[in-house]
Structures are given as C-alpha cells and as structure tokens.
Nanobody
Framework: QVQLVESGGGLVQPGGSLILSCGVS????????MGWYRQPPGKQREVIAF???????NYADSVKGRFTISRDNAKNAIYLQMNSLKFEDTALYYC?????????WGQGTQVTVSS
C-alpha cells in the first residue's frame, strides 16, 4: 500500500520561510515525477511544483522564484523550501506523484501565513 505523509507546515508571518517534507512508503520514487500541490481555502487543489527523475523542476507562476522543490531518492522523500511567504500561500499542502494518483493523497500539511 502506497502512503505519502506530508509534514512541516505551520503558522508563519509574511516574508517567512518553511520547509515541507513528504515521506513515501510502498513504492520507490526513483521512477516517478513527483509534485507538490496545494488547496487554498474555498478553492480547488492545484499543482505548484514538480520534479522529474533527473532533478529538473517546474513551478507555477505564483511560486516561481520563492519555492524550491527537491528530492532525495535514497530517503524516498521530496521537499519544498518555501521562502518569502505571502498571505495567499495559505493552504493545505500535499505531495503526490505527477500527474497525481487519486488513491495516493495523504492528509496534507497546513500552512498558514498570517501576521
């Protein structure tokens, strides 16, 4: 059974930083594109960053230049470094394969940007 567990969220002031982690069990991430997604309050879930097997990355315009996705295949994990956080980054953050697998969604980790 594949499980993805997100962690690292929290309450942060505008301009602050957080690092999110996603641990994967039940499959090896080596062979997959992996992505970070978020669902702001009252909105649909959206992809914000993904990383290929070779480490190449792609970002949504809303986070480009502020967020960095990375992967550690040995640890079977991916990460999201989030800098210069804004109010509009408040959301529930998820990891999944990219494109996402419907049965792989975890509980997510809440990021709240507030002063």
């Amino acid at each position: 059974q594949v499980q993805l567990v997100e962690s690292g969220g929290g309450l942060v002031q505008p301009g602050g930083s957080l690092i999110l982690s996603c641990g994967v069990s039940g499959t090896r991430i080596n062979d997959y594109y992996m992505g970070w997604y978020r669902q702001p309050p009252g909105k649909q879930r959206e992809v914000i960053a993904f990383i290929a097997q070779d480490g190449s990355t792609n970002y949504a315009d809303s986070v480009k230049g502020r967020f960095t996705i990375s992967r550690d295949n040995a640890k079977n994990a991916i990460y999201l470094q989030m800098n210069s956080l804004k109010f509009e980054d408040t959301a529930l953050y998820y990891c999944n394969l990219h494109p996402p697998r419907p049965n792989y969604w975890g509980q997510g980790t809440q990021v709240t940007v507030s002063s």
